[in-house]
């Protein structure tokens, strides 16, 4: 594949190619674990022989790449890298790390980083070829979500450091659909420039697209009538939860397709949501991705098994990631899926992070199952947060939200009974559920911040 355009002998029903590289999304599975397996020894020996930090990392446990003669073996023999790892790496190695290929300035396309939220903004640095290759990612999953070039595509995710954005820009252009990169501006704005120019696409976080669903309804627009058709979200958990896909979908009228990847492994994307709702297709020829044991990151789990995702670029060379661990959970789906396409799935997309897990009444807890209970609840706002506290020696949780516009007056006991009915079923235990009255949660624009700690700092 190139700049060429898509590759497919069938046709959908506007009449453009099904896929966007028919022979490649279609590829039997064991055909492309041998490609798999030659690209993996391929970074693997690129990385030991050029990098030092990987050299350093691989000699300190005993590795060496011609350990790796299957999949398997990778899974089983090479140690992950993790975040702290690679700022601690950036730290003495400015800018981008002992990780990174020497980039000359006429070699680098892009510069990006982390947000930086918890200290210094991890930096990226990526050569003109990844960017590039890159580019053709992003629309084989655009194409797969339903994006076509007679699409006008309007941006809600912020540009700067953060990737984000710039991958659903990356795509669209790429497939030569209209572009639209308004990003983050004021929310009615947004309605109103969708509304004037009839844009048919529109990208954001979920929490984004279920916060503009209050604007609509404030503002009295009617979002279902307006001419966007597919909602391409990413950026956080939810937009491949079957609960919180419904609400977004059902207020949108149009159908959500959650994109996801992580500053790690940008520019590349790691997965899309698939039109027939099975989930998310996983790029594994261009981001290998592994579901293993989350206490031994070593140990493969078999398919539909819950585990801790590691992840590995097969073709990047300019700042290449193998077997970085984010810390996020979820579980596999090897059938080829109803779109003829077989790569491997996720069924509800990344459940969360395994160090946002809560443990109550000896229950795990991810914010994601909250939301999945909550989005059960049609009364309910948009909004909630989760409070932790410290009583006696045990961890309890509170479940604070908001009654909507949906819920009658009056009704706010038995939206309450029915929330925390619904926690119960999802998460196995009791939780108690706090209406508040509707604003009082601040409202989210980008990426939302569910959990409140206020246990007391050990």
Same mark, same amino acid.
């Given at each position: ?29 064991? =055909? ?62 400015? &800018?981008? !790390? ?5 980039? =000359? ?65 990356? !795509? ?64 956080? &958990? ?6 919180? #896909? =419904? ?157 909507? &516009? ?10 309450? #009974? ?5 926690? =119960? ?6 939780? &108690? ?26």
């Amino acid at each position: 594949m190139g700049a060429s355009g898509p590759r497919s002998v069938s046709t959908d029903e506007r009449g453009f190619p099904r896929y966007w590289d028919e022979e490649r999304e279609t590829l039997d599975p064991g =055909k492309r674990e041998g490609l798999i397996l030659e690209r993996i020894q391929h970074q693997l020996a690129y990385v030991y022989a050029e990098l030092p930090f990987y050299r350093r990392h691989y000699d300190a446990h005993g590795f060496h790449p011609a350990q790796v003669r299957s999949v398997e073996d990778f899974t089983t023999k090479v140690p992950v890298i993790t975040k702290k790892m690679l700022i601690a790496d950036q730290a003495e190695y400015p &800018p981008y !790390g002992s990780y990174a290929r020497d980039l =000359k300035a006429g070699e680098i396309a892009r510069i990006h980083g982390s947000s930086g939220t918890s200290g210094t903004p991890t930096m990226y640095a990526v050569s003109k070829a990844d960017w590039d290759r890159a580019g053709d990612v992003h629309a084989m999953a655009q194409w797969c979500a339903g994006i076509r070039p007679d699409d006008i595509v309007q941006v809600g995710f912020p540009f700067g450091l953060f990737f984000g954005g710039w991958g659903v820009v990356q !795509g669209a252009e790429r497939i030569g659909a209209t572009l639209f990169p308004l990003a983050i501006t004021e929310s009615e704005r947004h309605l109103e420039l969708m509304a004037r120019l009839g844009s048919t696409v529109f990208s954001a976080t979920p929490s984004y697209c279920i916060h503009l669903l209050s604007v609509a309804e404030k503002l009295g627009i009617d979002l279902p009538g307006n001419t966007v058709r597919r909602l391409l979200v990413g950026g956080e &958990p939810g937009g491949a939860l079957p609960n919180t #896909r =419904k609400v977004i979908e059902e207020g949108w009228g149009a159908t959500a397709a959650d994109c996801g990847s992580t500053s790690e492994m940008y520019p590349f994307q790691t997965s899309v949501a698939c039109t027939e709702g099975t989930g998310t297709h996983l790029y594994i020829d261009e981001v290998f991705t592994e579901v293993v044991e989350a206490d031994d990151l070593n140990a493969p789990v078999p398919a539909r098994a819950r585990g801790a995702v590691v992840y590995t670029h097969l073709w990047r060379d300019s700042q290449p990631m193998i077997r970085f661990a984010p810390g996020d959970e979820t579980y596999l789906d090897t059938e080829t899926c109803r779109c003829g396409r077989t790569y491997p799935r996720m069924p509800e997309g990344v459940l969360g992070r395994l160090d946002d897990m809560l443990v109550i009444r000896g229950a795990n807890v991810f914010p994601s199952a909250v939301e999945t209970a909550l989005r059960s609840v049609p009364e309910l706002g948009p909004e909630f947060r989760i409070l932790v506290r410290r009583v006696g020696a045990m961890d309890e949780m509170t479940v604070q939200t908001e009654l909507g &516009p949906a819920a009658a007056p009056g009704s706010e006991s038995e939206a309450a #009974r029915r929330a925390e009915d619904a926690l =119960k079923r999802v998460l196995q235990i009791r939780v &108690p559920v706090e209406l508040l009255a509707p604003g009082t949660i601040p409202e989210t624009t980008f990426k939302a911040r569910r959990v409140v700690d206020e246990r007391p700092k050990s």
